[in-house]
């Protein structure tokens, strides 16, 4: 079994058309995460190290290009409908918080699964100016798909002879990760006091 899927992987991460599949899932995955963008890219940085098929930089490209087209299209989806919910509480709160930390929001979502589609929808909903989201978000895909690439690239070359267990490797450090940062970010969060609901709108952030 596992020789049958490691096989259909190969052939699979060996085709010239992978570039376009990882570029077509990281898009996808960045407004509507339900497919595993990060595994994706891992898994053919795995295949890259031990297999020296598919080309490491072009998986590093494609990976960025598709978050960062992913991301803007979430960010516009936010910003069309946003008009509805701007006299929310919580929206009042999310103007200030992206007025004082925007670009740290948008890096450290792009690695939580899941936060970083609700972060980016807020910036298009509280009108973060779109040129400087267009900024840092382009540093967080860049980050992401190297260390996610990378991970891969790790377990394949200490297991050249088994990509296997180098994805599990792979696989196994990013989920780590992950669950490293959810600790932090619970621990965190239990030690912030929750925005309180108040009749003071903050300062609106500048238009594009």
């Known amino acids: 079994m596992t020789d049958a ?36 890219v891992i898994t053919a940085g795995v295949f890259a190290a031990a297999a ?10 494609a990976a960025a290009t598709g978050a960062f087209i992913g991301d803007n299209i979430s960010y516009q989806i936010g910003r069309a409908g946003g008009a509805r919910f701007q006299k929310r509480a919580a929206i009042r709160w ?3 918080a992206f007025e004082e930390r925007g670009g740290l929001l948008l890096v450290v979502a792009r690695y939580i699964p899941g936060g970083r589609t609700a972060v980016t929808l807020t910036t298009g909903v509280v009108r973060y100016p779109l040129h400087r989201f267009a900024f840092f978000d382009g540093l967080a895909v860049v980050s992401w798909a190297l260390y996610s690439a990378m991970i891969g690239y790790i377990g394949g070359a200490a297991f ?40 003071e709108r903050p300062r609106e952030l500048a238009q594009p």
């Open 5 to 40: 899927i490691m096989t259909f992987l190969h052939d699979v991460m060996t085709s010239p058309w992978i570039y376009a599949a990882i570029l077509a899932i990281s898009v996808i995955d960045a407004f509507f995460p339900v497919v595993p963008s990060e595994t994706a």
């Open 52 to 61: 020296d098929a598919p080309a490491l930089g072009l998986v590093i490209a």
């Open 94 to 96: 999310a103007h200030a």
């Open 160 to 199: 050249e002879d088994n990509p296997f267990k180098g994805l599990l490797l792979g696989l196994g450090i990013a989920l780590t990760v992950t669950a490293v940062v959810e600790i932090v970010r619970y621990v965190l969060r239990r030690r912030r006091p929750a925005p309180q609901e108040s009749g």
